[in-house]
């Protein structure tokens, strides 16, 4: 992965990486857009606390319309995994609870079930159930006490 960060042959654009924590890229209550428009804002972040890109620039780096983006972005902040500040450019912060957020505690319980559990059933039936259990009231309820 670092030759493949830091090749420069043909471009000298979009060197380095972006550290994502397994608890936000296994997130079972967040989707896949809601995800990568998430680790994009990360990755526009880099070590700052703040980013201000353009819902067409997030779009495009996703693939996704930027109607979808809003949609997403709204989703992520009443999930309040992101702080937005309306403006000409949005201004997207990571709230500083982030490490004790519900849906990534929630989530993280999730998986340490699944590790206790994985042996000794199917692993489709499990995946199945799992999905089942995340879309339950009682489980969104649970990470709505945020």
């Known amino acids: 992965m670092d030759k493949v960060s830091q090749e420069s042959q043909f471009t000298s654009q979009h060197k380095g990486f972006t550290k994502v924590p397994h608890k936000i890229h296994r997130c079972y209550g967040l989707t896949h857009y809601e995800k990568l428009i998430l680790i994009d804002l990360i990755a526009y972040m880099s ?7 353009t819902i067409e ?13 809003e949609r997403h972005i709204k989703e992520l902040a009443d999930k309040k995994m992101i702080l937005v500040s309306q403006g000409k450019n949005n201004t997207y912060f990571l709230p500083n609870y982030l ?24 692993e489709r039936e499990l995946t199945l159930w799992i999905q089942g259990m995340v879309k339950r009231d009682e489980y969104k309820s649970y990470k709505k006490v945020f």
Not at 47 to 52: G, L, P
Not at 57 to 69: E, H, L, Y
């Open 99 to 122: 490490h004790c957020h519900p849906y990534l505690l929630m989530s993280e319980k999730t998986h340490e079930f699944i590790r206790s559990i994985r042996k000794q059933v199917n």
């Open 57 to 69: 620039m997030i779009a495009r780096n996703v693939g996704c319309s930027s109607k979808s983006v």
């Open 47 to 53: 070590d700052k606390r703040q980013c201000y890109p």
